[in-house]
């Protein structure tokens, strides 16, 4: 289970930003361009090193 994410220079998000997840339904509100689709891409290229917007590898994972 993710309990926290902290994101540093991906996308719209530059100076940093860290959340805390809680057990059950969370949810990430805010106006347009605030990164809320920036955190859930980040959090899909962590787990599958792909791009959800373009669904290209981007080279992280090496065998």
Not at 28 to 45: M, Y
Request: aromatic fraction near 4%; charge should be positive; proline fraction near 2%.
């Amino acid at each position: 289970m993710i309990t926290r994410i902290e994101i540093e220079n991906f996308r719209s998000i530059i100076r940093g930003g860290r959340a805390v997840i809680t057990e059950g339904i969370n949810f990430i509100h805010g106006p347009n361009g605030s990164g809320k689709t920036s955190i859930l891409e980040a959090i899909a290229i962590a787990f599958t090193a792909l791009s959800g917007l373009g669904g290209v590898g981007i080279g992280l994972v090496t065998s």
